[in-house]
């Protein structure tokens, strides 16, 4: 599917783009079907959405999702109890925060931008930068204890009383009762563990697949000329946005319960090239920071585009701040900076990925493919109430 083109010359473009998406696992047209994965839980999916992988250790439930829920959305979770999960990660940005970089508990601005949750559990990957990353449980880990930034901000000082404040909350969420349902093998089920699992749980829950493109494809909505043009240059050989954006979830790294071989590639799009040298600004040089290799300076993973509409600012410092600069950013081939401490011309980055190059796209083209990136905003999952806030009644 990575480089191959879904559209059929002179074909129908629904029958296309479902025998693309066939190799991904679908090919139906049926909007939503339910699939049993275990005793007590179902996926509702996409017809042509794969069933998500699962850890063995960390079965779901719908005990530990509900768990995972209120743990995501509580400040308690902190170190100094002043920000959740959620303060990064808000529903109606599709599960990230509007920000061009992160802010930790503590005040502490990072480097980059929180990533959207959007089909998490798809991800092969799981950060900007880091393939070693590869299970949500292992992820957690980073914005719980690290220290560099500081985010959540638990550490060896206080995550004992953090816990704790779990213990002792019997009144608004009774957590005591909630782990217990959630893990009903242990005797002391509320631990660091536990807590990751459970929200872990909830993330893979959120899964968005009812955008006005999904229900096109299910002959259940239609779309207008532009953002049927828009469309065709998108999975065309033009624009070839297909080849880092193809799969059923909009990006280039997809695992699910029947991979059998996962690809993770990471990319240079030529966002930079300080003093013609093909660095990037540090801290932010992509999967050079872990690897030192130079052919790894400035790769990033490519993030899934469903629901990119609400997902500014873009690329994985927030540099370019509309989707109109997005595509112009792309048809050119790069960025040249002009003046400042990170000038050079990204066109010209000599680790820049052989996908990016200049693309001759009108006006009226890149605006097209602007419209149709559109139709994958899923309204239903931005406000459906199964993720949202359980304390926002209080």
Not at 192 to 213: D, E, H, M, P
Not at 258 to 273: A, C, K, Q
Not at 307 to 335: C, K, Q, S
Request: glycine letters at 10%; hydrophobic letters at 35%.
């Amino acid at each position: 599917m990575k480089r191959r083109s879904p559209w059929l010359t002179g074909g129908a473009a629904v029958v296309a783009v479902l025998a693309g998406l066939s190799g991904c696992g679908g090919g139906g047209t049926d909007l939503v079907e339910t699939r049993s994965s275990a005793a007590n839980w179902s996926w509702s999916l996409p017809s042509y959405f794969p069933e998500p992988k699962v850890p063995a250790d960390n079965p779901m439930s719908a005990e530990k999702v509900e768990l995972g829920r209120f743990l995501f959305y509580d400040r308690r979770l902190s170190g100094n109890g002043q920000q959740a999960c959620a303060g990064c990660h808000r529903q109606d940005l599709a599960f990230t925060d509007g920000l061009a970089q992160a802010i930790g508990s503590t005040g502490e601005v990072h480097p980059r931008g929180a990533q959207h949750l959007v089909n998490v559990v798809y991800n092969a990957t799981l950060t900007w930068a880091n393939p070693s990353l590869v299970t949500l449980e292992r992820q957690m880990e980073t914005p719980l204890f690290g220290e560099r930034p500081i985010e959540m901000g638990v550490n060896d000082a206080n995550k004992e009383a953090v816990l704790q404040r779990l213990r002792d909350d019997t009144a608004a969420s009774t957590y005591p009762q909630r782990f217990s349902a959630a893990f009903p093998a242990e005797a002391q089920p509320i631990s660091w563990g536990n807590v990751i699992k459970a929200i872990a749980a909830f993330q893979r829950t959120l899964i968005s697949g009812n955008s006005r493109y999904d229900q096109w494809l299910a002959s259940k909505a239609t779309l207008s000329d532009a953002e049927l043009r828009g469309m065709k240059l998108f999975f065309g050989e033009k624009a070839e946005c297909f080849h880092c954006h193809g799969s059923f979830n909009f990006n280039d790294q997809i695992v699910h319960a029947g991979s059998r071989i996962v690809e993770t590639p990471f990319s240079n799009t030529g966002l930079y090239n300080i003093g013609g040298t093909g660095a990037f600004p540090e801290p932010n040089r992509g999967v050079f920071e872990l690897t030192a290799r130079a052919e790894d300076m400035g790769k990033f993973r490519a993030p899934s585009l469903r629901n990119v509409e609400v997902t500014a600012p873009y690329m994985h410092d927030g540099t370019i701040t509309t989707l109109e600069d997005v595509l112009r950013f792309y048809a050119a081939g790069g960025r040249n900076i002009t003046s400042g401490p990170n000038a050079g011309d990204g066109r010209a980055n000599p680790y820049k990925s052989d996908l990016v190059s200049r693309i001759d796209l009108s006006d009226q083209e890149q605006a097209d493919i602007v419209a149709f990136l559109r139709t994958l905003t899923d309204h239903e999952f931005l406000t459906n109430t199964r993720h949202a806030d359980p304390f926002a009644a209080n």
